[in-house]
């Protein structure tokens, strides 16, 4: 049986400046989410997705990783594109959206001030990580969304950070099953600045494809 894994609570108090902030919004915005964002797709897929934590206004909204703004429609539609998500993606979450072989999660489960976790907050929520990748049986894939998710995937599977470098468009073989796969993350500042192209972006999501394909 599938063993679903351990996810913080509703009100997880594990870090008080997120716990904070997290009440703040309550107040401000009722009907928002304002609480730990689960992961979307099938545990018994073969690829795994770490972005950085829910955007103020995107999953921290919606209650979806990346569902309603900029990083989010740069990566579903690149996931619709290469067959790794079916259906119309909308920006509220209101759709009927299917990922396909692959499923997202968040390396920071709640939405730290400015994008940016501290390294204690990173640390307090690292065993939700752990406990995701333990309960996909069948991953040969995890894709970290930058310097952020590959450090925290790399110490979920008991490794140095400094064990592999991260770089965009970089393959490691972190056991002898599972690759870390590694993209700049796809937000809008890096988008701005062209640090990411979507041509990039794509080429990580065709790179993993033939991964798949040939294994
Ligand atoms: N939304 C998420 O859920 N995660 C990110 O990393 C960015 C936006």
């Given at each position: ?19 904070a ?24 897929t ?36 290469r ?8 920006r ?18 709640c ?82 600045t ?22």
């Amino acid at each position: 049986m599938m063993t679903v894994p351990a996810a913080p609570s509703r009100d997880c108090p594990l870090c008080p400046r997120l716990v904070a902030f997290r009440h703040r919004w309550r107040q401000k915005e009722p009907d928002w989410q304002n609480a730990p964002v689960n992961s979307f797709g099938d545990l018994n897929t073969q690829v795994l997705i770490v972005g950085l934590a829910p955007g103020l206004r995107g999953a921290n909204r919606t209650g979806r990783p990346f569902t309603g703004d900029w990083a989010g429609d740069l990566l579903y539609a690149t996931l619709i594109s290469r067959g790794f998500a079916s259906g119309a993606y909308d920006r509220h979450g209101d759709d009927d959206l299917t990922l396909l072989d692959c499923r997202i999660t968040n390396a920071v489960r709640c939405v730290p001030p400015e994008n940016k976790p501290t390294t204690a907050e990173s640390k307090a929520c690292l065993p939700f990580l752990s406990a995701e990748i333990a309960a996909m049986p069948n991953l040969k894939i995890i894709l970290s969304l930058g310097g952020l998710s590959h450090g925290m995937v790399l110490s979920a599977l008991g490794h140095k950070k400094s064990a592999f470098a991260f770089g965009h468009g970089r393959m490691h073989a972190v056991t002898d099953t599972l690759l870390l796969a590694n993209s700049y993350h796809c937000s809008r500042y890096n988008t701005n600045t062209g640090r990411l192209t979507a041509d990039m972006f794509d080429l990580v999501f065709r790179k993993i494809r033939q991964h798949l394909d040939a294994s």
